[in-house]
């Protein structure tokens, strides 16, 4: 019985060892496997990462030790060899001025050789008395003295009314009042005052902002100035309002003429207008001073209040 029991017993410890080794054993193989997979990948990533850094490295050389290329070769996307509308090394002014650092400058074929000139030559200078007209404007004085400036001769409109005008007493009469078109309205609101201390009828005022004005497009005054040979300074005192003003200017002889203009589209303007001329005696000086456009239903008119000479 006891050796029936011991048969039973080392029989069973040959059938099977202990259940906790086979485990022990698994865990550490499993362990093992994992670590060497963990390096395994680890290397693969660093050697990756080297390979990219020697990649960028090999292309960053390449790059900077290639020759810059010329720019008269680049494409649409190119960089030019000198930023546009500088002057060239040449001395001449075109699409390219001085080169870029770095960059090359753009080659150029050698200039031509001049080409002479065909232009007619100069006119010689105008002899004294000939035909000449110039016109210009300017801002009106706050104060005009008449008496000083129309060494001549002067007219002043509107003291009286729109038909109303005064003359310089001992004046030369060169200024001669055309008309115009439309009817004239006196008006004493002007900014700008004129005196003088030798008129007639009115002998003298210290200051009047009297003038007369023409409404509408189209119409406005005509005057005149006789020449006589020698060169004359005109000087035509007018305005605005709410209107286009243009002053026309030119010579009975026919030959130079000019224009000047005044514009206010919203209230009233005033100007002072020089016009230099000289025209044979029996001839004259002839100018317009008329509405080009109104801004307004409200009769946009231009405004005269004198006109000098000297």
Request: net charge positive; glycine share 14%.
């Amino acid at each position: 019985m006891a050796d029936e029991d011991r048969t039973r017993a080392g029989s069973r410890a040959g059938d099977a060892p202990p259940k906790h080794r086979p485990r022990a054993i698994t865990a550490g193989v499993t362990r093992r496997v994992l670590r060497r997979a963990r390096r395994r990948r680890r290397w693969a990533v660093e050697g990756a990462a080297v390979l990219v850094c020697l990649v960028m490295l090999v292309s960053y050389l390449a790059t900077r030790s290639a020759p810059a290329p010329d720019d008269d070769q680049a494409g649409p996307g190119g960089v030019s060899a000198r930023p546009p509308g500088l002057p060239a090394a040449d001395g001449r002014t075109g699409e390219a001025g001085p080169a870029t650092p770095g960059l090359r400058p753009r080659q150029r074929p050698p200039s031509p050789d001049p080409t002479p000139s065909t232009s007619e030559p100069a006119p010689p200078p105008a002899k004294p008395g000939a035909p000449a007209l110039t016109v210009s404007r300017g801002e009106m004085p706050a104060i005009v003295d008449l008496t000083a400036v129309g060494a001549r001769d002067w007219v002043h409109w509107g003291e009286r009314g729109g038909r109303s005008t005064n003359r310089k007493r001992s004046g030369s009469g060169e200024i001669i009042d055309g008309g115009g078109p439309g009817r004239r309205v006196g008006w004493d609101g002007n900014q700008e005052y004129v005196r003088w201390a030798d008129g007639t009828p009115e002998r003298s005022t210290n200051g009047s902002s009297n003038g007369v004005y023409a409404c509408g497009a189209g119409n406005g005054f005509s005057l005149a100035v006789a020449g006589s040979g020698e060169p004359r300074t005109v000087q035509l005192y007018g305005g605005i309002w709410m209107a286009r003003g243009r002053l026309e200017a030119r010579l009975s002889t026919g030959g130079p003429a000019s224009t000047a203009h005044l514009e206010d589209p919203y209230t009233s303007q005033s100007a002072q207008f020089t016009i230099r001329f000289t025209v044979p005696k029996g001839a004259r000086l002839l100018l317009n001073w008329t509405v080009e456009k109104v801004f307004t239903p409200h009769c946009g008119n231009v405004g005269l209040q004198a006109v000098t000479v000297r």
